[in-house]
């Protein structure tokens, strides 16, 4: 069963408001267009917890089996951030770094993913309806863009479990806060 956020997506394409400004947009959704009502930003699901690592302050930890990212805030203390993570098949490891932040992205859905999901349009506009929320911090490897995303969600509830295509999803409210902390060319360590 497809997200909610990309139900709303497609509800969107299907008004044909794909394209259209958030100002736009958000005029349409109160003018009665059928379009849900616009998003929470969700709750923030961020701890201060103690944290053995190695890893220096400002690097982020992402434990895939317990659905968490860690910043490195000090020597055994991290904040930790609930996630989502890649569903099967579409797990990944390694170490990258943040080659970029931006405040309301707009999302491109890379070329396989709109192989398998051919109904998902080309680009979808920043804004609340938008699958990669308020934020995103774009990861790369050696330079090169991963087409990976730590990034919010427009659906609260969509975090928690094993459900994107590899990216790591986080309540909008979390992913704010956590964009603030982080800089460009932080590591990144997926476990």
């Excluded at 895939?64 to 055994?76: D, F, H, Q, R, S």
């Excluded at 491109?108 to 349009?121: D, G, S, T, V, Y």
């Excluded at 309540?171 to 956590?178: A, M, W």
Aim: hydrophobic share 40%.
């Amino acid at each position: 069963m497809p997200s909610a956020s990309l139900r709303i997506v497609g509800r969107l394409a299907a008004a044909g408001l794909i394209g259209i400004a958030l100002a736009s947009a958000c005029d349409v959704a109160m003018a009665g267009s059928g379009l849900p009502p616009l998003p929470a930003m969700g709750p923030s699901l961020r701890k201060a917890v103690a944290f053995e690592t190695g890893e220096q302050p400002g690097t982020i930890v992402i434990r895939k089996n317990e659905k968490a990212l860690y910043l490195v805030t000090a020597a055994g203390h991290a904040l930790r951030y609930q996630i989502s993570v890649g569903r099967d098949g579409f797990g990944w490891t390694g170490t990258v770094k943040i080659a970029s932040k931006t405040e309301w992205p707009e999302w491109r859905p890379p070329r396989e993913m709109r192989a398998r999901r051919p109904e998902l349009p080309a680009m979808v506009p920043a804004g609340p309806y938008n699958p990669l929320g308020a934020r995103a911090l774009y990861l790369s490897r050696d330079g090169r863009d991963t087409l990976y995303r730590i990034h919010g969600t427009n659906d609260p509830k969509g975090v928690g479990f094993d459900g994107t295509s590899g990216c790591f999803r986080l309540t909008n409210t979390d992913v704010i806060d956590l964009f603030k902390r982080v800089a460009v060319g932080a590591k990144v360590v997926v476990e």
